[in-house]
């Protein structure tokens, strides 16, 4: 189990290492920009991190002991903290939000279900 715990953090480490800080002005005018919501919302909501949050969450269900009522404490916090990163990977309008929490559920769910059905 701790080998997926190192797993996990050393993933994170290495994404979060090669991102860029944002300046203060992208920030200020970033308050404004969480609330606007694309028409065109599947083409700007899905992208690489879509695949991401599938596959973290996905290494995330090898965990035993991670219920689903945690899984959904993580996921949600997660995104509320991303509102308040100063990095260019954490501007998101909602739809790419809620696609992540979906992408999210179904890494942790196919793989508990893989593994239930498995081994």
């Known amino acids: 189990m701790a080998k997926y715990i190192i797993f996990y953090l050393i993933f994170n480490v290495l994404i979060c290492n090669n991102l860029k800080s944002v300046s203060r002005d992208e920030v200020k005018n970033r308050k404004y920009?969480?609330?606007?919501?694309?028409?065109?919302?599947?083409?700007?909501?899905?992208?690489y991190y879509s695949?991401?949050?599938?596959l973290e969450y996905g290494v995330l269900a090898l965990l035993k002991f991670i219920k689903?009522?945690?899984f959904w404490i993580i996921s949600i916090s997660w995104e509320i903290l991303e509102l308040f990163f100063p990095y260019n990977w954490a501007k998101e309008n909602w739809p790419n939000k809620?696609?992540?929490?979906?992408?999210?559920?179904l890494g942790f769910s196919l793989t508990r279900r893989f593994i239930k059905n498995n081994f």
């Open 68 to 70: 689903i009522s945690y």
């Open 51 to 54: 695949l991401m949050h599938f």
């Open 98 to 105: 809620i696609f992540d929490l979906g992408f999210n559920y």
């Open 33 to 47: 920009q969480i609330f606007n919501v694309s028409l065109n919302f599947i083409k700007s909501s899905v992208n």
